[in-house]
């Protein structure tokens, strides 16, 4: 049985950082790729930047130059690096983990990110 585990998220003002991180456990193939999505009250679900294990990487463009998704395939991990956070930021962030660029297989429970103005 496949998991996601999501951590890190939590509450911070305007202009602050937080990483969260996803470990994949009970995975019996490495997955080529790993997302992270965010979805706040009221709106639907969006990608916020996604990584295949050739490092190809895609942002929503409203957190380029702010996110940072890295991976770590040795203990199928996948961080979200979040700097200068903005209130909008504030969602339920969940991690996904795929076969192929656009398929999300496996997905996490969700971590809660709140940004205080």
């Known amino acids: 049985q496949v998991q996601l585990v999501e951590s890190g998220g939590g509450l911070v003002q305007a202009g602050g950082s937080l990483r969260l991180s996803c470990v994949a456990s009970?995975?019996?193939?490495?997955?080529?790729?790993m997302a992270w999505y965010r979805q706040a009250p009221g709106k639907q679900r969006e990608l916020v930047a996604r990584?295949?294990?050739?490092?190809?990487?895609t942002y929503v463009a409203s957190v380029k130059g702010r996110f940072l998704i890295s991976r770590d395939d040795a203990k199928n991990t996948v961080n979200l690096q979040m700097n200068d956070l903005k209130p909008a930021d504030t969602a339920v962030y969940y991690c996904?983990?795929?076969?192929?660029?656009?398929?999300?297989?496996?997905w996490g429970q969700g971590t809660q990110v709140t940004v205080s103005s």
């Open positions: 996904s983990a795929g076969s192929t660029w656009y398929a999300d297989d496996y």
């Open positions: 009970g995975i019996i193939f490495r997955p080529n790729v």
């Open positions: 990584m295949s294990t050739g490092s190809d990487t």
